[in-house]
């Protein structure tokens, strides 16, 4: 989208930002008040500090991913009190933390309490699905590492792998590198959840290696791996 059009899809209530502002800034300002991070006074008072020369666009910028922040914190939080250790308003708890990942998506504990939320409501696929939206979140420390985009190094080292006719290795490398150096409890968290997902799902060989990643890290899972190793060594005996 050029300038022109971008004037012209311009919010009409967004206050006026100085002719050097970016799209970047007048777009979070827009994000902002349609989120209601910002009213419209407070979006005033911030284009006027810019203009007036009191704050700079990148001071500006760290303001608005501060107030996002904040607000999807309590929009979690909230999210958590309707959870309720799962005795709560499921609909409305999920709600929330829907609300939580819309004005930050990288509110990781958001995306794992959705997941975990999604066994609750038995859907599998979603909550394996934001589990991994919860661990990519919480995973910045592989791109410091390998120096690429994590999925990026993630798919060469499973293409590797499986071109050695080594899948279950593949998936045990892939799990382990989105665990590495990720010892929050957040991310223990999602590869518990995303563990149990896969049981659920019957996919026994990638539920065993995110409990045991997830074992290995600190987490308490030792019974749903023993439970995983079970129904593993049943269905091995059947085969």
Not at 31 to 54: P, T
């Amino acid at each position: 989208m050029d300038d022109a059009e971008d004037a012209e899809n311009r919010d009409p209530d967004l206050p006026p930002l100085p002719a050097a502002a970016t799209a970047k800034l007048e777009k979070e300002i827009e994000r902002a008040l349609l989120l209601a991070v910002l009213n419209d006074a407070e979006a005033e008072q911030l284009a006027d500090a810019i203009v007036g020369g009191e704050l700079t666009e990148t001071a500006a910028l760290a303001q608005l991913a501060a107030k996002f922040s904040e607000a999807s914190e309590k929009s979690k939080l909230r999210g958590n009190k309707l959870y309720d250790g799962g005795r709560g308003n499921l609909v409305a708890a999920l709600e929330r933390y829907e609300r939580a990942v819309e004005l930050q998506h990288s509110n990781a504990a958001a995306w794992s309490n959705m997941a975990l939320l999604m066994l609750k409501l038995l859907s599998q696929t979603k909550s394996t699905a934001w589990a991994k939206k919860a661990l990519n979140a919480a995973s910045t420390a592989v791109e410091q590492l390998w120096g690429v985009p994590k999925e990026e190094a993630a798919d060469a080292m499973e293409a590797e792998d499986e071109q050695a006719g080594a899948e279950e290795a593949a998936l045990a490398r892939r799990s382990a590198l989105e665990a590495a150096q990720m010892r929050d409890p957040v991310c223990i968290k999602a590869l518990h959840r995303r563990g149990l997902a896969h049981e659920a799902c019957g996919s026994l060989d990638r539920a065993i290696i995110d409990l045991t990643t997830a074992l290995q890290l600190g987490g308490k899972v030792e019974a749903d791996v023993q439970r995983v190793r079970a129904s593993l060594r049943d269905a091995h005996a059947a085969a």
